[in-house]
């Protein structure tokens, strides 16, 4: 679930001291390995460090059903700090850790800084939600939706320290927001790079149904400011999937941008609805696709003997970045990922099938949605999992996409509102 040696600090050390069932173990005044961590972390839920055991872990779960909570309000409040977690990474002293999140554009691999926020996320959720009177954690906390990472910085140093900060920042009665910054040191001081924002939800040992967390209480006027805009996260999240393209029409602006695509691309030699000719500097949406395959091996769970949802954001992103730097024809820089939706887990053994697409362009920007299913190859069923966005930009202008069908034209509406959302939050 989390990656070697990534070091926590300050809110871990208490954590590990008071969390795991084996007796305290202290982690503060020394560099804790993160294997080590991530052992602690799996005790937190029981989980087993073998896949061989895995069966007998997850049945032994079964037995902690009854230690959740009935209602929120027999939970115990909790305040921000309580979660406060500090974490670094230290690319600038260990050469062995630098060559993993290392690319060959000697850069940062930015797939790994995903599944990084994805680790430190639970982690945070698990401290605000810890009771010291149990020896594990009933509640199975997975990742429900990767709510916005906007980019401050577009170069990341492979050889300098990178810190990451994070806390709970709005609750609900299942699920978690957490907010977490990362920054690296550079020249002598510490500078922001990404802020991210994921939401979490807490599931029952058996991870079928969902369980009571605990609630938030703020402190303070910025802590109120937090509070709020989670408020208001939740709101926007909930107007969003109501204004599916998926569920309901176009709005009549929209329409009339689709209209105007397809007038665009008509032969005015034929004047045939179906005569299409593509305008110049275009590129057909369905010659703008890269596709790929995974076999999901044990190497890749997470404590809950399922794909790690990091792994999953890594492969997306990764695909996603080779797409827009085929269609760009040159080195695309990452400027936001958004609404990254968990919609089913993957398990151990799936045929993973992801889809890249570019979907909407504009200038220097392309946008490029990822979809994940698992292909079931006895019954050759399809279930979709995740839907990523990723919103790049280039140091050119590149060719407009174009739909061809009214499919296409949905993505690229879909990108498009993705897109302004993206630069509205720039």
């Known amino acids: ?76 409040v909790r305040r921000m700090k309580d979660s406060y977690i500090e974490a670094h990474l230290p690319l600038g002293t260990d050469p062995t850790l630098r060559e993993k999140y290392l690319n060959y554009l000697k850069g940062v691999r930015f797939g790994r800084i995903l599944e990084d926020l994805d680790s430190l996320a639970v982690l945070i959720c698990y401290s605000h939600t810890h009771n010291k009177t149990l020896q594990r954690s009933p509640l199975s906390i997975v990742t429900a939706l990767v709510d916005k990472i ?14 990451f900060t994070g806390h709970v920042t709005w609750v609900g009665k299942t699920s978690i927001e957490a907010k977490m910054h990362m920054s690296q040191y550079h020249g002598g001081a510490y500078t922001p790079v990404l802020d991210a924002t994921f939401v979490m939800v807490a599931r029952d040992p058996e991870n079928k149904r969902a369980a009571f ?66 305008p110049p500097n275009s590129v057909w949406m369905e010659d703008a696709k890269v596709k790929g395959l995974e076999i999901c091996h044990p190497q890749e769970r997470n404590i809950f003997n399922r794909i790690f949802g990091g792994f999953l954001m890594r492969k997306a992103y990764e695909l996603g970045w080779a797409n827009a730097c085929v269609y760009g024809g040159c080195r695309p820089n990452l400027v936001a990922v958004d609404d990254i939706l968990f919609r089913k887990p993957v398990e151990i053994g799936s045929l993973l099938l992801l889809s890249s697409q570019v979907c909407y362009t504009e200038g220097k920007y392309i946008q490029v949605r990822v979809h994940t299913e698992v292909l079931d190859p006895l019954t050759r069923q399809h279930n979709t999992t995740n839907v990523f966005h990723f919103t790049f930009v280039t140091d050119k202008d590149v060719p407009n996409i174009v739909p061809q069908s009214y499919g296409e034209s949905m993505l690229y509406l879909d990108g498009k509102r993705h897109f302004n959302q993206t630069l509205g939050s720039q």
């Open 150 to 163: 906007d980019m401050r910085k577009q170069i990341i140093h492979p050889d300098c320290d990178i810190k």
């Open 213 to 278: 967390v605990n609630p938030l209480k703020p402190e303070g006027i910025e802590e109120e400011k937090l509070f709020h805009q989670g408020e208001i996260n939740k709101t926007r999240r909930i107007e969003l999937s109501t204004a599916s393209l998926l569920k309901v029409a176009p709005t009549a602006e929209e329409r009339k941008i689709v209209h105007s695509l397809f007038l665009n691309t008509l032969d005015s030699k034929t004047v045939s609805f179906r005569s299409r000719v593509l």
């Open 1 to 76: 679930m989390l990656s070697p040696r990534f070091r926590f600090l300050r809110s871990v050390a208490s954590l590990t001291t008071r969390t795991f069932s084996r007796g305290p173990v202290s982690l503060q005044g020394k560099a804790p390995d993160m294997s080590e961590v991530r052992n602690r972390l799996r005790e937190i839920v029981g989980a087993s460090t073998n896949w061989r055991d895995h069966q007998q872990a997850l049945a032994d779960r079964l037995s902690l059903s009854n230690q959740l909570a009935g209602s929120q309000d027999e939970l115990p």
